[in-house]
């Protein structure tokens, strides 16, 4: 075909918003079309469950909405067409339509960034106190409890779970976070770290129920108890699951797209259909760099794939793959936990600091003789440096002989303070 004259991108979110930014970067100055669901302009997702939750300040303001861009920077300098409120309800591919309450939206190109939409829990459906995290309405309606004193349960020992029991520790709060699984943490970070990760809920005296399920959210009209598969009760004002999300792919049946835990994409993060490029939480791709099919849900991914798509999407011909090491990080009570590589590892070892009573450990991630992956807790000085390791397929030896240098010269530095 021509070159593309209209791109459309369905999904307001950092990954649509990186599509529409990196489109006039590259020189497009054909039509953008950019479709929510939500009838906010894009935000930024992770203070939703950190800063944003948090108490007041010493002003007594509590922290700002994080949008990402007004809209009159949307409309008038990246000059977008911004139809907010309105979900994408279907997609003709052969036609080049994107269906839009009563619209038919034609492209040219098109970046599908619709995320991700969180799990919930049957049976609760109208319970005042319940809540996922997901949306920025989810966390408005999250915070307004925490600040009424809310006593807290958090069922999902994931990252979102935990920054939310944390949240509500800090504000001097009951906490109490439910997995059902005997180990957290373990697809993110495999068995032995997450353990170590969990542990930091008791320190802060957050209290962590495993290994046992939820069989029932009870209350007249609100919230009053979470009662578990032992027949253990625990009384809540608060309520937040956090058991994961599910590719928001719903309005694509019939669209020809192959669906699989996602949008399936190629390297390039192409869909197999003509003008057609999935980015963020609802991508399934090859990633070439790790070797590996992946989904992932963190910002770092969403940005970057977002800007590729988009280029790709306007210029298939010089398509060009995305490779990434991911990354992620998740801040607890006064803790930093990032993650980089792949958690599927022949072996994981602690190479920097004790999980039982330290404040900064280092655990490393091989795969055969290859470094995969990272982990650290307070080690902002350390985590970059294994990631590009990675990126370029460091040998396993030479990460722990790295990290033993790394390891004496924090050692030499603390003695010498």
């Given amino acids: 075909m021509t070159d593309p004259r209209r791109l459309v991108v369905v999904g307001a979110s950092l990954a649509g918003l990186r599509a529409v930014e990196a489109a006039r970067k590259t020189g497009f100055d054909g039509e953008i079309v950019l479709i929510g669901a939500e009838e906010h302009l894009p935000y930024d997702r992770p203070p939703l469950s950190k800063a944003f939750l948090g108490a007041a300040d010493e002003s007594g303001e509590l922290a700002e909405v994080p949008f990402f ?67 920025l ?46 180990t957290p943490l373990v697809r993110a970070t495999g068995h032995e770290m997450g353990a170590a990760i969990a542990a930091l809920h008791e320190l802060n005296g957050a209290t962590l129920r495993c290994g046992v399920g939820v069989s029932a959210i009870e209350g007249d009209g609100k919230v009053e108890r979470v009662v578990l598969a032992d027949g253990t009760t625990i009384e809540a004002d608060l309520v937040v699951v956090g058991i994961g999300v599910i590719p928001s792919v719903g309005w694509l049946e019939g669209s020809g797209l192959t669906i699989d835990n996602g949008i399936v994409c190629d390297e390039n993060l192409w869909t197999g259909v003509p003008g057609v490029y999935a980015a963020g939480d609802v991508a399934n791709w090859l990633n070439p760099t790790l070797g590996e ?125």
């Fill in 69 to 135: 861009r007004t809209e009159q920077t949307l409309r008038d300098e990246l000059d977008v067409d911004v139809r907010l409120g309105t979900p994408a309800t279907a997609l003709d591919t052969v036609a080049r339509r994107v269906t839009v309450g009563d619209d038919q939206i034609a492209y040219d190109a098109l970046v599908i960034a619709t995320g991700a939409h969180a799990r919930l829990i049957p049976g609760a459906e109208g319970l005042d106190g319940v809540h996922p995290l997901r949306t």
């Fill in 137 to 182: 309405d989810d966390s408005l309606a999250v915070r307004d409890k925490l600040e009424a004193g809310a006593r807290t349960v958090v069922i999902g020992a994931g990252f979102i779970g935990s920054e939310i029991a944390s949240t509500a520790r800090k504000r001097g709060l009951e906490a109490t976070i439910i997995e059902a699984l005997p």
């Fill in 293 to 417: 099919r992946q989904r992932m849900e963190n910002w770092t991914a969403a940005a970057e794939q977002g800007a590729a798509a988009a280029r790709n999407a306007l210029d298939p011909e010089n398509a060009r793959p995305y490779g990434t090491v991911p990354y992620f990080w998740s801040d607890w009570y006064d803790v930093r936990i990032q993650f980089v590589g792949s958690p599927e590892a022949d072996e994981v070892r602690l190479v920097d600091g004790d999980p039982g009573g330290g404040d900064r450990w280092v655990a490393l991630y091989r795969r055969g003789d290859r470094l995969i992956g990272a982990l650290t807790v307070n080690g902002q000085a350390e985590i970059m440096k294994y990631r590009v390791q990675i990126m370029k397929g460091g040998s396993w030896d030479d990460a722990l002989a790295f990290a033993e240098k790394r390891r004496i010269a924090h050692e030499e530095k603390l003695a010498a303070v």
